[in-house]
């Protein structure tokens, strides 16, 4: 068993209610996610994800884009940091915000991301939350889902991890359908995020290959 100091140490970017940070803190804390959440980051100072954050004892950073002049001046400080909590892999859970290509560089293949269908369906810019649903919802699809995918330089485009399907009930409204998928994605992200970080992961092109545990 891994002590604190020598778990991998993870920040969540949110911009929400936080309820997959709760669910990655929650795994870390039970020990079924060999892992450390060391860093709430929110570009939104009254997110719900912050109170989580310190209700669980986990620092959290407030970064807002349009406080910074330039691109640079802002991954200076998102690096900054990033650096002073010493994060190796990075979770965005309903963060809204664009991750700068500089960041997605340095956290190549190790920051992933969730979105709350099947991707490359009802994925892109502008598709998060109750979009998503709606969508689905208008499209008359009978299967949605969640989906875990690493972070590349577009939006929702990164390769594939993880994926459960999820099924569109007659009736539906767009809220029901995310309380569907909402309860899929609490036990898929943690999943996903172990396998992350117990280097469990092999890419060939964009397929994602999963390799049995060591030891
Ligand atoms: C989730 O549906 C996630 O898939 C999407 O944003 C939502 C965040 O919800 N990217 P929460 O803030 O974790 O409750």
Redesign the pocket.
């Known amino acids: 068993m891994k002590t604190a100091d020598q778990l991998p140490r993870v920040a969540v970017f ?10 990655l803190v929650d795994a870390a804390e039970d020990g079924s996610l060999p892992a450390e959440i060391v860093l709430c980051l929110s570009d939104r100072p009254g997110a ?2 912050i109170d989580r954050a310190n209700a669980a004892g986990v620092a959290s950073v407030v970064v807002r884009p349009k406080d910074f002049g330039t691109e640079s001046e802002y991954v200076d400080k998102l690096s900054a940091v990033l650096d002073t909590y010493r994060v190796e892999f990075v979770a ?4 809204l915000k664009k991750i700068p290509s500089d960041i997605v560089r340095r956290y190549r293949h190790r920051m992933i ?4 269908a099947l991707l490359p369906s009802f994925g892109g810019r502008g598709m ?2 109750r979009r ?1 649903h709606e969508a689905v919802l208008e499209h008359g699809a009978r299967w949605t889902g ?1 989906t875990v995918h690493l972070v590349d330089e577009e939006y929702d485009t990164g390769p594939i991890l993880l994926q459960e399907p999820v099924p569109v009930h007659e009736g539906d409204t767009p809220e029901d359908l ?1 309380a569907r ?2 309860k899929v ?1 609490h036990r898929l992200y943690p999943r996903a995020l172990g396998l992350l970080v117990q280097g469990r992961l092999r890419l060939e092109g964009r397929i994602v290959r999963i390799l049995p545990p060591t030891g």
Not at 15 to 23: E, P, W
Not at 92 to 95: P, T
Not at 113 to 116: C, Q, Y
């Open positions: 949110a911009s929400g209610g936080g309820s997959n940070f709760q669910a719900g994800v965005l859970a309903g963060y991301n969730i979105h709350p998060y939350g998503v969640a995310a998928v909402l994605e």
